[in-house]
Nanobody, 118 residues
């Protein structure tokens, strides 16, 4: 079994920065893709960014140039550096990981709240 725990969410003013972390633990053989999603009130969950085991990245258009995803394969941790935050970035941010623990499956964290005040 694999557990994901997000941290770093906070209340921040527009224009500010935050760094989110998501640590995977448990019986992990390997992790392929790690990703960040977000869900704002009344909206569907959307992909923010993902990074594969070779550190190739992809971003949603709304965050490109402001957010940076990275990972530490030794620590099984994925990060999301968020700069120039906007009110519309307010959401619960979730990480997921495609991890091999006997077999490949996708695991989710419980989320961390990011609130951007205008």
């Amino acid at each position: 079994q694999v557990q994901l725990v997000e941290s770093g969410g906070d209340l921040v003013q527009a224009g500010g920065s935050l760094r989110l972390s998501c640590a995977a633990s448990g019986n992990i053989d390997s992790i392929n893709v790690m990703a960040w999603y977000r869900q704002a009130p009344g909206k569907q969950r959307e992909l923010v960014a993902h990074i594969d085991s070779g550190s190739r990245t992809n971003y949603a258009g709304s965050v490109k140039g402001r957010f940076t995803v990275s990972r530490d394969n030794v620590k099984n941790t994925v990060y999301l550096q968020m700069n120039s935050l906007k009110y519309e970035d307010t959401a619960v941010y979730y990480c997921d990981a495609e991890a091999h623990s006997g077999s490949y499956r996708t695991y989710w964290g419980r989320g961390t709240q990011v609130t951007v005040s205008s």
